[in-house]
C-alpha cells in the first residue's frame, strides 16, 4: 500500500473517479493534501484518508437499488466529507465553524450547487454527536455546542434516507463504534422501512436546479 501511496497518481489509481467534477476535486492542491492526511488511530486505522474515502466507496457500491443520481450524490459526500481535517481546529473550547465538516462545505460550494450534498458534508457527523449527547447527557461534552437529534433531522429530515445511507457507508469502516449506527436506526425505524420500498410519509429524494 505504500508503493501505491507513493505513486504520482495514486488518488486517482485508489479512488477510481467516474465524473468530471471527480477528475477535477483531485487535481485540487487543497483537496490533495487532504487526502494524503492522518495517520493510523482509534476510528481510523488505515489512517490516511484517502484510504478511508476509498473503504465509504466500496460501501457505495454495495447499496442494492440505488439509483444513479443517488450513487452520484454519495461518491461526491464521499470524496469531501473528511478531506479537510488537516485544517481543523480541536482546540478547546471547540470553535465549530472550524469543524472539517463545515470547512469542506465551504470548500465545496464553489463545485456543487446541490444543496442535499453540501448539507450532507456539513453535517455528515452530526448523527454521532447526537448519539453522544443523549448518552452523556447535556453536559460540557462538546463545549456547550449540543448537537441533538432534534435540530440534525430539522436540517436533513427531507433527504434523510441519503443521509441514513452515507452515515452507514462512513460508520461502517476501520474499527468505528457500531452503537451510534444502531441507535439512529432505532430512532427512525421509517428509514428501513423507506429502502424496502415500504410507504413511511418521508419526503424522498430532491434534486436540486
Known amino acids: 500500500m505504500k508503493r501505491l501511496l507513493d505513486h504520482p497518481n495514486a488518488l486517482e489509481l485508489l479512488l477510481q473517479p467516474e465524473t468530471p467534477l471527480e477528475h477535477r476535486l483531485l487535481q485540487e492542491p487543497a483537496f490533495r493534501e487532504g487526502m494524503f492526511w492522518g495517520e493510523p488511530r482509534f476510528g481510523h486505522p488505515e489512517g490516511k484518508v484517502v484510504l478511508h474515502v476509498r473503504e465509504v466507496l466500496d460501501n457505495i457500491n454495495q447499496i442494492p437499488r440505488l439509483s444513479a443520481a443517488d450513487r452520484s450524490r454519495l461518491r461526491l459526500i ?17 470553535d465549530w465553524t472550524r469543524h472539517h465538516g463545515v470547512l469542506a462545505r465551504r470548500f465545496m460550494e464553489a463545485f456543487t450547487n446541490d444543496e442535499i450534498v453540501l448539507e450532507i458534508i456539513e453535517t455528515h457527523d452530526d ?29 436533513v429530515g427531507g433527504f434523510i434516507h441519503l443521509y441514513y445511507l452515507f452515515f452507514k457507508c462512513d460508520t461502517q469502516t476501520g474499527d468505528k463504534n457500531q452503537a451510534s449506527l444502531k441507535w439512529f436506526e432505532q430512532k427512525n425505524p421509517e428509514i428501513e422501512r423507506r429502502l424496502l420500498g415500504e410507504p413511511t410519509g418521508i419526503v424522498g429524494t430532491q434534486t436540486c436546479s
Do not use: I, M, S, V
Open 78 to 94: 464521499a470524496y469531501a466529507h473528511d478531506t479537510f481535517k488537516y485544517c481543523e481546529d480541536k482546540r478547546r473550547p471547540r
Open 127 to 155: 448523527a454521532y454527536y447526537a448519539w453522544r449527547t443523549e448518552r452523556r447527557g447535556l453536559q460540557l461534552d462538546f463545549d456547550n455546542e449540543q448537537k441533538t437529534l432534534e435540530d440534525l433531522l430539522r436540517r
